[in-house]
């Protein structure tokens, strides 16, 4: 299994309040995304990185930001959390060596806006 | 924003049968991506395609890339108790940053 792990696997949180998830790798790959999973909907991009500090926007990236200060480290930001952001969140790493565009996933975050 | 349809949306069957599933596109892809996720956990790949018309196997997996490169298929044989969960397809294009657009899922659950 890939090296990812996701901090918090789950919150709970209110309204207007800020959240940041974490996303940690130990597998040095250079390219991570966060993705949101809904009933009905699979699995949608919200954001990803190509490298450190270089990042760009996914399908449904409003409301959300992201930094990556580290190769390692990919953090998701919601500014003010609304119940339209109660979701399941996944981050996964790439390693575009070659031409694959495999991604492995993490154990994701269940976050709940209250 | 885009999705693949995927079909079935889920499916009950018993142990030892065979499985089949199917993921269309209005898109073309050029990388078709398979993946399981069981109940509480992250998707986990299960076979990758890269070129229309590749049949890859792994297991009791077997996986197709389409010819017009807008639609894929999963098999898988033999169904066991473990094979219930989450299938997912995912359609992507070297060159956009690895970017996968994915299938809606189709849910197996196998009866004994």
């Known amino acids: 299994d890939a090296g990812i792990t996701q901090s918090p696997r789950h919150k709970v949180t209110e309204t207007g309040t800020p959240v940041t998830l974490r996303c940690h790798q130990t597998?040095?790959?250079?390219?991570m995304y966060w993705y949101r999973q809904d009933p009905g909907h699979g699995l949608r991009l919200i954001h990803y990185?190509?490298?450190?500090?270089?990042?760009d926007k996914g399908e449904v990236s409003d409301g959300y930001s992201v930094s990556r200060s580290k190769t390692e480290d990919f953090l998701l930001t919601l500014e003010s959390a609304t119940s339209s952001q109660t979701s399941v969140y996944f981050c996964?790493?790439?390693?575009?060596?070659?031409?694959?565009?495999?991604?492995?996933f993490g154990p994701g975050t269940r976050l709940t806006v209250l | 924003g885009q999705q693949l349809n995927q079909s079935p949306q889920s499916m009950f069957i018993q142990e030892g049968e065979d499985v089949s599933m199917n993921c269309t596109s209005s898109?073309?892809?050029?990388?078709w991506l398979w993946y399981k996720q069981d109940p509480g956990e992250g998707p986990v790949l299960l076979i990758a395609?890269?070129?229309?018309?590749e049949l890859t196997s792994n297991g009791r997996l077997t996986a197709q890339f389409g010819i017009t490169r807008k639609d894929s298929f999963l098999n898988i044989s033999a169904s066991i108790p473990s094979d219930v969960g989450i299938y997912f397809c995912?359609?992507?294009?070297?060159?956009?940053?690895?970017?996968?657009?994915f299938g809606t899922g189709t849910r197996l659950q196998v009866t004994l």
């Open positions: 996964a790493i790439s390693d575009r060596a070659g031409i694959t565009d495999t991604q492995y």
């Open positions: 597998e040095n790959h250079r390219y």
């Open positions: 990185s190509y490298g450190v500090k270089d990042t």
């Open positions: 898109s073309i892809f050029n990388t």
């Open positions: 395609l890269y070129k229309a018309g």
């Open positions: 995912a359609g992507g294009n070297t060159g956009t940053a690895s970017k996968l657009t």
